[in-house]
Nanobody, 126 residues
Framework: QVQLVESGGGLVQAGDSLRLSCAASGSTFSSYAMSWFRQAPGKERESVGAVSRGGLTWYADLVKGRFTISRDNARNTVHLQMNSLAPEDTARYFC????????????????????WGQGTQVTVSS
């Protein structure tokens, strides 16, 4: 099992940018598809975006054009670059991983993932 640790969250103003990072350890990072989810108080967890083993990406409509996922297999890290942040982006952001033999499949559902980090809080003030 891979262990995941998120970082980079914080308090920002609307329109600002943040870059979240998720550091993986304990297994072969390149064997994992990765994803970012978020959960706001009182709301269900929702998918933000995902990246396949081979680097293919998918984004939720709410963040498309503003958020970018990238993975660095040499550093066992996946990033979430968030631009033009809005108050409705306020949530705890979680990194998730799933071992897979398929390089080209992007997994978008939370039930697809087996390893989760503890999350990092992002708060956007208006």
């Amino acid at each position: 099992q891979v262990q995941l640790v998120e970082s980079g969250g914080g308090l920002v103003q609307a329109g600002d940018s943040l870059r979240l990072s998720c550091a993986a350890s304990g297994s072969t990072f390149s064997s994992y598809a990765m994803s970012w989810f978020r959960q706001a108080p009182g709301k269900e967890r929702e998918s933000v975006g995902a990246v396949s083993r081979g680097g293919l990406t998918w984004y939720a409509d709410l963040v498309k054009g503003r958020f970018t996922i990238s993975r660095d297999n040499a550093r066992n890290t996946v990033h979430l670059q968030m631009n033009s942040l809005a108050p409705e982006d306020t949530a705890r952001y979680f990194c998730a991983a799933r071992a897979t033999e398929y390089r080209g499949i992007v997994y978008t559902r939370d039930i697809d993932y087996t390893s989760w980090g503890q999350g990092t809080q992002v708060t956007v003030s208006s």
